[in-house]
């Protein structure tokens, strides 16, 4: 099972960008797909999240900018990221909480993060 996430770029403050991830390989059910990230010397943070239904979840820092969309026929979820600031500079990392056919478990996968710049 791989995930691979892409997007990821230099943008203007006020600009926009579109991150995707795609999750590949023996999958037989996806969950929980969520973007997590992490900026020079902070912790790793949640910033969106989705369940299978649909329902999402957001950090305070990006309602009304982020939105978290998913493809479950594709195994692929989305972040559309409007009115970028410079705080939102980051390695973007995509999840995926799911089951594999060979281990029949539910597990958590991460792809290999994606580099996001915003400058003023």
């Known amino acids: 099972v791989q995930l691979q996430a892409s997007g990821g770029g230099l943008v203007q403050a006020g600009g926009s960008l579109r991150l995707s991830c795609a999750a590949s390989?023996?999958?037989?059910?996806?969950?929980?797909m969520n973007w997590y990230r992490q900026a020079p010397e902070k912790q790793r943070e949640l910033v969106a999240g989705?369940?299978?239904?649909?329902?999402?979840n957001y950090a305070d820092s990006v309602k009304g900018r982020f939105t978290i969309s998913r493809d479950n026929a594709k195994n692929t979820v989305y972040l559309q990221m409007n009115s970028l600031k410079p705080e939102d500079t980051a390695v973007y990392y995509c999840?995926?909480?799911?089951?594999?056919?060979?281990?029949?478990?539910?597990?958590?996968?991460w792809g290999q993060g994606t580099q996001v710049t915003v400058s003023s």
């Open positions: 390989g023996s999958i037989f059910s996806i969950s929980a």
């Open positions: 989705t369940t299978r239904s649909g329902s999402t």
């Open positions: 999840n995926a909480d799911l089951i594999d056919f060979q281990n029949m478990v539910v597990a958590a996968y």
